[in-house]
């Protein structure tokens, strides 16, 4: 899995969301502050960050990478020299410190077990309350979606080691987003045509149309292919389909595809 540069994650999603396709479009869903999509969680302060405490938190997809952003340090910086150091949980790997701001040197520990921020001179005094400090972590691909990864810790310690503050993180294992390769869009359709793509193997794959109202469903088989036929016709008409795929209490989405349903075109 190759490694971000400093600005790889953020520019990456930058450009993800600057894309406007004219028969596809992705549809962002916010659950509990957790981009089902797998780059960033950012579940707003946790009653330790009040006293001071470190803590950060994302959902990560198996074979991805993403965003663990750490908060909760308060007042001025510790001074020149201090560092704040992520652990990775287990099996994880840091491969990214991206932050883009003056006075702050980012460093990964050799094979990923951590990443650090070092404060120099530029920022030592400046005020921490606001501020956030990303660490990009990579998740192996065989890890199991809806899995809470342990022992991610956080720490500060001053310029000669003695610990400021501290804290942990939560990194949960997400769910790639399913894919949806037939029906084509632009493609006359009949009232129940076969819809089929990829998801995560045995994961809970539901086709919803532009109602929101379930279409047909079935589970990923070993390979993770999937497919399925719509119960109750689609009525005739323009309409828009997306399969949600849903695994130990992990969700994502596919794109959403345009379609055009006519009564004269074959039911498949």
């Excluded at 994650?9 to 004219?22: E, R, T």
Aim: hydrophobic share 40%.
């Amino acid at each position: 899995m190759p490694s971000p540069s400093a600005q790889g994650v953020p520019h990456a999603m930058n450009a993800m969301n600057a894309k406007n396709p004219m028969s596809r479009s992705r549809k962002t869903a916010a659950v509990a502050g957790v981009v089902v999509a797998g780059v960033l969680a950012w579940p707003g302060p946790s009653a330790a960050a009040g006293d001071g405490q470190l803590w950060g938190a994302a959902t990560i997809a198996p074979g991805r990478e993403g965003i663990v952003e750490v908060a909760g340090r308060q007042g001025a910086a510790p001074g020149a020299g201090a560092t704040l150091t992520l652990r990775a949980p287990r099996g994880t790997r840091v491969t990214g410190t991206p932050l883009d701001a003056a006075g702050y040197r980012g460093r990964i520990a050799t094979g990923g077990r951590s990443g650090t921020y070092t404060v120099t001179g530029d920022a030592a005094g400046q005020p921490w309350q606001g501020r956030t400090f990303p660490f990009v972590l990579a998740v192996p691909a065989d890890a199991v979606p809806g899995t809470r990864l342990r022992d991610c810790f956080l720490r500060i310690t001053d310029a000669q080691g003695a610990r400021q503050a501290a804290g942990r993180c939560s990194v949960t294992v997400g769910l790639a987003e399913p894919t949806m390769s037939r029906p084509l869009s632009g493609v006359p359709l009949g009232a129940r045509p076969q819809i089929s793509g990829t998801a995560h193997p045995g994961a809970q794959v539901t086709v919803r149309d532009k109602h929101d109202h379930a279409t047909c469903a079935t589970t990923a088989a070993s390979d993770g292919t999937w497919a399925c036929t719509p119960g109750p016709p689609l009525p005739p008409g323009p309409n828009r389909l997306q399969a949600v795929a849903s695994l130990n209490g992990v969700s994502a989405m596919s794109e959403q595809i345009d379609i055009a349903v006519t009564e004269t075109a074959p039911g498949r």
